[in-house]
C-alpha cells in the first residue's frame, strides 16, 4: 500500500490492521453533513456501549467527480460494511454522487452492508426530501442492501433530534 493509498483510506482486504475493523464509509457534502454522520456513529455504537472498532472513511461530494478519486471511493466502498450518504444540502445531490451511489450498492449486491441516508439539516422538514429518499432506497433494494433513513437524527450540537424516522429495507 502506497502512502497516498493510506491518505484515501484505501486498504487492502488481507491487511492485518484492517481485519475485524468495522469500516463506515461517509460521502457528504459539507462539514456539517459529516459531523451529523460521526455523530450518529457515535451514538449508534460508543454511546450503546458497541466497543467494536469502527473506522470512518470520509469522501466529500466534489471529490467524487475526479475519475481517479471515484475509483479510490469505490474501493473504500467495496470494503466498507456501512455506506453513510450525509448531506445538508439535498436540492444539489450532485449526479456523479448519485451515479457512484448506484455502482457501489450495485457491486455489493445482497451483501450484509447497510446504506443509512442523512439528509437536510437537523429540523428541516422530511417532505421535500421524499423524492431524494425513493432514489436511495431504490438503489439499496435494488443491491439487496438494507437501507436506514434517520430524518433529521442529530443535531448540530450533537443531541438527538425529536423526529427520529427510520425506513428499512431487506
Known amino acids: 500500500m502506497t ?3 493510506n491518505r484515501s483510506g484505501a486498504a487492502v482486504a488481507d491487511d492485518p490492521v484492517s481485519r475485524g475493523l468495522l469500516k463506515v464509509l461517509i460521502a457528504y457534502d459539507d462539514l456539517a453533513a459529516y459531523q451529523r454522520a460521526v455523530q450518529l456513529l ?22 467524487l467527480d475526479a475519475p481517479d478519486w471515484r475509483a479510490r471511493a469505490s474501493i473504500d466502498a467495496a470494503l466498507a460494511r456501512i455506506m453513510i450518504v450525509s448531506a445538508s ?20 449486491r445482497n451483501s450484509s452492508a447497510l446504506l443509512v441516508a442523512l439528509l437536510g439539516a437537523p429540523g428541516d422538514n422530511p417532505k421535500p426530501h421524499q423524492p431524494l429518499l425513493d432514489f436511495f432506497r431504490r438503489v439499496a433494494t435494488d ?4 437501507f436506514l433513513a434517520p430524518l433529521a437524527a442529530v443535531r448540530y450540537d450533537g ?12
Open 3 to 5: 502512502e497516498d493509498d
Open 42 to 63: 457515535v451514538r449508534g455504537f460508543w454511546e450503546r456501549k458497541d466497543r467494536r472498532e469502527v473506522r470512518p472513511v470520509p469522501w466529500r461530494f466534489d471529490n
Open 89 to 108: 444540502h439535498v436540492d444539489t445531490m450532485p449526479a456523479s454522487v448519485r451515479t457512484w451511489l448506484q455502482a457501489c450498492c450495485a457491486a455489493k
Open 143 to 146: 443491491g439487496g442492501l438494507t
Open 159 to 170: 443531541t438527538p433530534a425529536d423526529n427520529l424516522t427510520a425506513a428499512s429495507t431487506r
